[in-house]
């Protein structure tokens, strides 16, 4: 059995642990599920992920186990879209570069853009990246996520980046991330047989599990999610993250 955990506004929120997450996931590694984690989050390479959990939540997670929107996005370029520029963050140029991706930071010579969270977004930035679209090189996002749960208020996400692109390109992009087919075939290449999904937006991580067979999900109440929006999507609603831990050890145990 296996957990596909989301990490934001789940286990935390900006460097706030949120409460008993920490003990979820050691329980759930001490029951022997298999663990992995699938972010959106463009900011972080699954090594600064790892970093983040044993430092928040004193939680030690093989990168490997750790799939990230950034990696999803450099799995569908291939060398026709070389080079490719990035609207976004160091983490995303990692990703790229790990997965033999030829990169330029003009985008007038870019064959692609790939467009994350960009924290030092710049109108210039955003001018030049959308005529590159515009001219037709390949425009790729890494997530639309329209917010971003931060310590203590909704951030825009960087689907309110790639919105503007889209408006200023008059181009939509191709998604990468959840709940979408590159995500996945990434997820499924590491998770075998059943998992549960466990995350706080439903159009990202719910209908990450709906869109496959052999996978079942929780819906948290700790990030994006409320109480009162239509949660039928999911399979479960726990209230937070040591709830859905252990409302899936139950069910396993039966």
């Not at 996005?73 to 790990?98: H, N, R």
């Amino acid at each position: 059995m296996n957990i596909i955990c989301d990490l934001d506004g789940v286990v935390y929120r900006g460097e706030q642990l949120i409460p008993g997450s920490d003990t979820a996931l050691k329980d759930a590694h001490a029951a022997r599920l298999g663990l992995y984690f699938a972010t959106n989050n463009s900011t972080r390479t699954p090594f600064d992920v790892a970093e983040k959990l044993e430092r928040v939540a004193g939680f030690q997670a093989d990168p490997a186990s750790i799939v990230t929107s950034s990696q999803a996005a450099a799995s569908i370029l291939s060398s026709e879209d070389f080079p490719t520029y990035v609207l976004g963050s160091k983490a995303i140029l990692a990703a790229l570069v790990e997965a033999g991706v030829e990169t330029t930071g003009d985008p007038e010579a870019a064959s692609s853009v790939v467009v994350g969270m960009d924290w030092d977004l710049t109108y210039d930035k955003l001018a030049r990246a959308a005529s590159a679209v515009r001219n037709g090189a390949r425009f790729i996002a890494t997530n639309t996520d329209a917010t971003y749960p931060a310590e203590n208020q909704i951030l825009p996400g960087s689907g309110a980046i790639v919105a503007a692109m889209a408006t200023a390109a008059g181009v939509n992009p191709e998604v990468a991330g959840k709940p979408h087919m590159p995500m996945r075939r990434l997820l499924q290449s590491k998770v075998t047989g059943t998992a549960w999904v466990i995350g706080d937006r439903l159009e990202t991580d719910i209908a990450l599990a709906t869109r496959n067979e052999s996978w079942k999900s929780v819906v948290v109440l700790t990030g994006i999610a409320a109480p009162d929006d239509d949660l039928s999507e999911a399979d479960y609603v726990a209230a937070n993250l040591r709830e859905a831990i252990d409302l899936v050890l139950d069910i396993e145990k039966e």
